[in-house]
């Protein structure tokens, strides 16, 4: 039986800017990393036919959990956060010098209608009020049989 997985990532992004300084700055390596105007790579589909070339359209530092089984999304949240919660200084100060932004991303695959807890407490939600980050979340539930008639 598969089971419902999380992510959630950190992500600093904007026009153009040296990611290099930002994770020494942080002193923290990302786990995703891109530069404005580099080829998008897809996994090969064979079912594809079009062969359309796709270019990132902005430069982007990435701070991610990976996916992982879960009940629960702070535990990701936290996994992310923990280690930035005491640079906001630092992420302000990048954000003002490259004129950037941040977004906070949780992503949740739910497998056999199992949902996690979804909660955001107070210092995750002060963290993002600090750099005044967004939260953006994505579900994707897939297709379960249950056997409860409505």
């Not at 902005?58 to 089984?69: D, I, N, R, V």
């Not at 936290?78 to 941040?102: F, G, R, S, V, W």
């Not at 977004?103 to 056999?112: A, F, H, P, R």
């Not at 963290?127 to 979340?137: K, Y």
Request: charged share 25%; net charge negative; proline share 4%.
């Amino acid at each position: 039986m598969d089971k419902t997985n999380v992510m959630a990532y950190f992500s600093i992004y904007g026009d153009h800017f040296p990611i290099n300084e930002v994770t020494q700055l942080l002193g923290i390596e990302p786990t995703k990393s891109y530069n404005k105007g580099e080829v998008i790579v897809r996994p090969k589909n064979d079912n594809v036919i079009s062969h359309t070339i796709n270019y990132r359209i902005e430069t982007a530092w990435e701070l991610s959990s990976g996916y992982q089984e879960s009940n629960d999304v702070k535990a990701q949240l936290d996994q992310i956060l923990e280690p930035l919660k005491n640079k906001t200084a630092l992420i302000n100060h990048l954000k003002m010098k490259y004129k950037l932004e941040c977004l906070i991303s949780i992503v949740i695959k739910i497998e056999n209608g199992l949902t996690p807890g979804l909660h955001l407490d107070t210092e995750q939600i002060d963290f993002a009020n600090r750099i005044n980050a967004e939260f953006d979340i994505d579900m994707y539930a897939n297709p379960y049989s249950s056997d409860f008639n409505m």
